[in-house]
Antibody
Framework: QLQLQESGPGLVKPSETLSLTCAVS??????????WGWIRQPPGKGLEWIGTIYYSGTTYYKPSLKSRVIISMDTSKNQFSLNLSSVTAPDTAVYYC?????????????WGQGTLVTVSS | DVQMTQSPATLSASVGDRVTITCRAS??????LAWYQQKPGKAPKLLIYKTSSLESGVPSRFSGSGSGTEFTLTISSLQPDDFATYYCQQYNTYSRTFGQGTKLEIK
């Protein structure tokens, strides 16, 4: 059974880098036609796509976040990661990792439970 | 980015009602649209993909339609479990975008 679990610090200081990991079980992140992504949701607000990484390592990022985001994968640990640099208060959100469908890599068919990250000094 | 606009922002309805939520794209997205349901404190759940394809396990009272720039999610007969927030998401471009959400409340 597929499971995704986010982990990382719940509190990050302004100007520092937010780093989260998504551990995947029940599937290999390097399998052909597997796609993985990060989405966030500020408290009380809507969903915002951050970026996607393909099994090949190809990445796509939200244009407005592109200069601060890196998504990478560690196949030896079957996990992928999010690094968001120079964070400020508006980066406070619940961060979700998810897997995308294998046909179009378009929609998120399975999500982790999410982890709240607060940006504060 | 393709902008996705949902309406209404809030919808009050009763059990048994038929309700429709609309999602409009700022440019054509063909049929590359998904719908999600989110309950408080939970991750979103996929309901529909490619405009009208029902995800496995999702009740048949949910349906989707549309193409191009205008799409709808319809719940044919509201059940107590359906009161939640609903989001559309386009995947016509590599840059995915969500609508701002529609909160479905009990009248």
């Amino acid at each position: 059974q597929l499971q995704l679990q986010e982990s990382g610090p719940g509190l990050v200081k302004p100007s520092e880098t937010l780093s989260l990991t998504c551990a995947v079980s029940g599937a290999s992140i390097s399998s052909s036609a597997s796609y993985w992504g990060w989405i966030r949701q500020p408290p009380g607000k809507g969903l915002e796509w951050i970026g996607t990484i393909y099994y090949s390592g190809t990445t796509y990022y939200k244009p407005s976040l592109k200069s601060r985001v890196i998504i990478s994968m560690d196949t030896s640990k079957n996990q992928f990661s999010l690094n968001l640099s120079s964070v400020t208060a508006p980066d406070t959100a619940v961060y979700y990792c998810a897997t995308l469908d294998s046909t179009s890599a378009g929609y998120f068919y399975y999500w982790g439970q999410g982890t709240l990250v607060t940006v504060s000094s | 980015d393709v902008q996705m606009t949902q309406s209404p922002a809030t919808l009050s309805a009763s059990v048994g009602d038929r309700v429709t939520i609309t999602c409009r794209a700022s440019q054509t997205i063909s049929s590359w649209l998904a719908w999600y349901q989110q309950k408080p404190g939970k991750a979103p759940k996929l309901l529909i993909y490619k405009t009208s394809s029902l995800e496995s396990g999702v009740p048949s009272r949910f349906s989707g339609s549309g193409s191009g720039t205008e799409f709808t999610l319809t719940i044919s007969s509201l059940q107590p479990d359906d009161f939640a927030t609903y989001y559309c998401q386009q995947y016509n471009t590599y840059s995915r975008t969500f609508g701002q959400g529609t909160k479905l409340e009990i009248k």
